[in-house]
């Protein structure tokens, strides 16, 4: 290939996405797939909300098995205070945990019920990290909200890593 070619795609991110995309495809973080919401501005039943969705949501019974995508470390489990019910608890993701991969990105799972690893833990591909709940904003139906995320912030639609 032509290094200055090889440059201007480094620059622009192409080499570093085409990596990714040969590393191990993530595993689906829930056994049974029922998308409720997709990445994006695509509205779907059961929601009201049109404002752009940073996450897949899959629609699972509380108490469902959640399976870390890939191997990496539990960042933060973050738990929201107020009882369960409680208004200030149901608000934006509820309780949720974040693992960051040896890719350096990080994934998140939000509205979980609760947690089945500790913050520093490493965890492996498949391995369950907790349960699936309707903590935070859930409208209505109970959910898992995964994210796939830079640690700058920045999201991706996690389509392009779960290999279903
Ligand atoms: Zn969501």
Known sequence: MDWKLLGILAATGIIIDAQRRKARPYHPPVGT?????????????????????????FELPIGTNVYAAADGIVLSITIPTGTYRSRGARKGYG??????????????????????????????????????????????RPRLHFEVREPNGTTHDPRKFIRW
């Open 33 to 57: 797939i029922r998308i409720l919401r997709e990445y994006g501005g695509t509205r779907r039943r059961g929601d009201s909300d049109d404002r752009f969705h940073s996450a897949i949501d």
């Open 95 to 140: 309780r949720f945990i974040d693992v960051q991969h040896d890719d350096g990105l990080i994934t998140r799972y939000a509205h979980m019920n609760d947690f089945s690893v500790g913050v520093g833990e490493r965890v492996g591909r498949g391995q369950v990290i907790g349960h699936s709940g309707e903590t935070g904003h859930v409208s209505r």
